[in-house]
């Protein structure tokens, strides 16, 4: 799949606000508001994606909004925790030392003396620090099937590489 057609979840609905068709929305980008900066939405409706546009939007106890054709409470109940997403092609471009996330996902993690530790299999979002989920290869020479390594840029992240969709890593494969 080509950037250009590659969807990206950015947030889902909550629940009904007001009877005017208006619905509460859960951000998941960095600064929530700017969900609202990525056009056309897509949204998942009986299986397949389809675009909105969103009429309004305002801060009310977090973040709700007004789809374009939703008029009634009703109408908008049907989307309750449906995703929000957008295509890749929207969202900005990154400096050459910048990344999504979703680049990181499959890219080989090596370390600085050249072992092999696995593949990016999910990050998690800790608060101090995020954590790359790395799964092991199935003959990891320390017996270990997933590794938490954390995301410390220079400390234990010492090189990212796209092209080689390779990150190079400072720490030890026992642990």
Not at 91 to 102: G, K, N, Q, V
Not at 140 to 150: H, I, Q, S, T, Y
């Amino acid at each position: 799949m080509s950037k250009q057609d590659e969807i990206i979840v950015v947030g889902k609905f909550g629940a009904s606000y007001g009877i005017r068709g208006w619905l509460k929305v859960v951000s998941f980008t960095d600064q929530p508001e700017s969900i609202f900066d990525y056009k056309p939405w897509l949204i998942k409706v009986k299986g397949e994606w389809v675009e909105f546009s969103v009429e309004s939007w305002k801060r009310h106890k977090g973040l709700v909004c007004k789809l374009e054709g939703l008029e009634v409470r009703e109408d908008a109940q049907t989307y309750t925790n449906l995703e929000i997403a957008v295509k890749a092609d929207v969202l900005p471009e990154l400096s050459e030392d910048e990344f999504y996330w979703r680049e990181l996902f499959g890219m080989e993690v090596v370390t600085t003396k050249g072992y092999m530790l696995g593949v990016v299999d999910d990050i998690l979002e800790t608060g101090s620090n995020d954590v790359l989920v790395i799964k092991a290869n199935l003959k990891d020479a320390f017996g270990k099937k997933e590794r938490l390594v954390p995301f410390i840029d220079e400390q234990v992240i010492k090189l990212i590489d796209r092209t080689a969709q390779r990150i190079e890593v400072d720490w030890d494969p026992g642990f």
